[in-house]
């Protein structure tokens, strides 16, 4: 149901109904004659994709008997937007929430978490995932000692997959049918869908979505960052295999039981450079400001686009190649790769002709700002 025009009873209410939006700029740039369209996820209520599955565990778990309004703590470990989406419904519900979050995780999700009234417990972010000293070990240590305490786990949690088989493909779907009748040329369906892989509910349940009611010959792409070993083949993760990566929000040194890799037809290895340039292009060209994971999304479409499996496709007017952006940049803002960015970028030539107008000290106070390094507990957040 559309959301203007009417007045929510709560912020819940605002998750989803995100726009699919044309990225035409890129697509003209990169020479493909498909329709390259973005699923603009940072317009949840929240911020993020994660919104979708921490609303509907939420609520599952209530149906199911689970949560007692003021007595119940959610317990949550996570890279930030799933416990951000968590820590909205609960601030709205009445739960209390603690969230275990990696040491490299940003400092903004840290803030926004607090904000909306959740504890935050930091983690190594080189433990593996079945040390006691994870981000998942400390959870479920906490879980073990505190009354009351329930950990939702979007890792094994049916309702991660769930929400994304009944909100966010049908609304791609809906997006993509709808739009057949306009002046631009399409193929009435969704032919390609790209996302990156998390814990996995995202991709498994979109692609679920799509091939059951909607398009079974469609060719649905996950994108997993070097270092990470979600890939397969198994060769795919051997670059890199188990170092770290900057991007936040996507890879894993285990293999999320919400991941069904049989729902995937091919899969995409990117790095954090690539992701970053790719987030930029969004940003400068598109006027979309995304994170880093919805940058390895795009650099794992064009990457697939310009394959000899998707070569095809690139250059077939009227198809429809979906990528999903997960997140804004808000959660990255004081991240060196950001900051880079934007205040170490090369002049333009509009700047050089501002500081041949105003001088040099106009434009010093902006170099100055790019010196502080955000740093939390000693760990530099890189």
Known sequence: MPLTGRILDNALDAVGNTPLIRLDKIAEREGLKCNLLGKVEYMSAGGSVKDRIAKR??????????????????????????????????????????????????????????????????????????????????????????????????????????????????????????????????????????????????????????????NPA???????????????????????????????????????????????????????EEAFVAARSLMREEGLLVGGSSGSALAGALKWLKSDEGKDISCTVGANVVVLLPDGIRNYMSKPWFLKMTMEAEQSTLAKQIKSILGPSKSHLVEESVTVVPTMNGHTLE
């Open 57 to 214: 565990m939420v609520e599952a778990a209530e149906k199911e008997g689970k949560l007692i309004p003021g007595k119940s703590v959610v317990i949550e470990p996570t890279s930030g937007n799933t416990g951000i989406g968590l820590a909205m419904a609960c601030a709205i519900k009445g739960y209390s929430v603690i969230i275990t979050l990696p040491d490299k995780m940003s400092l903004e999700k840290e803030a926004s978490l607090r904000a909306l009234g959740a504890e935050v417990v930091r983690t190594p972010t080189a433990a593996a995932w079945d040390s006691p000293e994870s981000h998942i070990g400390v959870a479920q240590r906490l879980r073990d000692s505190i009354p009351n305490a329930i950990i939702l786990d979007q890792y094994r949690n049916v309702n991660n997959p769930l929400a994304h088989e009944y909100t966010t493909g049908p609304e791609i779907i809906e997006a993509v049918t709808s739009s057949n009748g306009s002046p631009r040329p399409s193929s009435g369906k969704v032919d390609v869908f790209v996302g990156g892989a998390g814990t996995g509910g995202t991709v498994t349940g979109i692609s679920r979505a799509i091939k059951k009611t909607h």
């Open 218 to 272: 469609a060719t649905v792409v996950a994108v997993d960052p070097k270092g990470s070993i979600l890939a397969i083949p198994e060769s795919l993760n051997d670059e890199n295999r188990g170092g770290f990566y900057v991007v936040e929000g996507i890879g894993y040194d285990f293999i999320p039981d919400v991941l069904d890799r049989k729902d995937i037809d091919a899969w995409i290895k990117t790095g954090d």
